[in-house]
């Protein structure tokens, strides 16, 4: 009986320890639905939270006024598992970052893609990131910002079924995210670094 509580113990404990030394990050990529569904499938990933960042309205909502904002996701990860840096690397393989209008077929400024950064060593990052993603393309230009985090404010009550749309309603999920073209273009500019399944 007593091993079992020091088993249960030490369960709690490292629980408790993994949650504490977890990480967020930021980021937009569009429809927040499919930003969701990749993200959740990265190893080292452990949660992902649909909402907006990016802009000064107070409790943006989808149906309402969301004015300023991006459609965003809150990655919370394992930095033991998994580097910002990685996380970064698995974000541009899945947007379309020549894109200044919006995403696929999701347009206007709240479907931009952009990189929220929380402190310097993030900005340093993403920005070494950058410079290595246009690399890749001489001949296109990079238009994905890298902005200073602001508040990131979760989809919830009457708008709570955006988290996890992809679980909950999956064939209507698939149907928008084959109907908007997303896989097709990410296809198109990554080939074999796209990593949709």
């Known amino acids: ?9 030490c369960v709690m404990l490292l629980s408790i320890a993994t949650h504490a030394f977890a990480k967020t990050a930021v980021v937009a990529g569009g429809c927040f639905w499919c930003m969701e569904s990749d993200f959740e499938k990265l190893e080292g990933v452990t949660d992902v939270i ?33 580097s910002y ?15 200044d209008g919006g995403q696929f077929c999701d ?17 340093k990052i993403a920005e070494e990131s950058k410079v290595e993603t246009q690399a890749m393309f001489p001949d296109q230009k990079i238009v994905t910002p890298i902005l ?26 698939n149907y928008y995210r084959w109907g908007c073209g997303r ?8 080939g074999d670094k796209a990593t949709h399944k």
Do not use: C
């Open 148 to 173: 200073p985090a602001t508040t990131f404010w979760p989809i919830h009550g009457e708008e709570s079924y955006h988290q996890d749309y992809y679980k909950e309603n999956p064939i209507r999920y």
């Open 107 to 123: 347009r206007g400024h709240s479907y931009m893609a952009a990189i929220f950064i929380a402190d310097d060593e993030e900005k």
């Open 1 to 9: 009986m007593k091993t079992k509580r020091i088993f249960i113990l």
């Open 50 to 82: 649909s909402g907006f960042a990016g802009g000064t309205l107070e409790k943006p909502t989808y149906n309402g006024n969301h004015k300023g904002h991006y459609e965003a996701v809150e990655i919370t990860y394992d930095p033991q598992k998994l």
């Open 183 to 190: 896989d097709q273009r990410v296809k198109e500019i990554w």
């Open 85 to 99: 840096k990685q996380l970064l690397d698995y974000y541009w393989v899945h947007i379309d970052p020549f894109d």
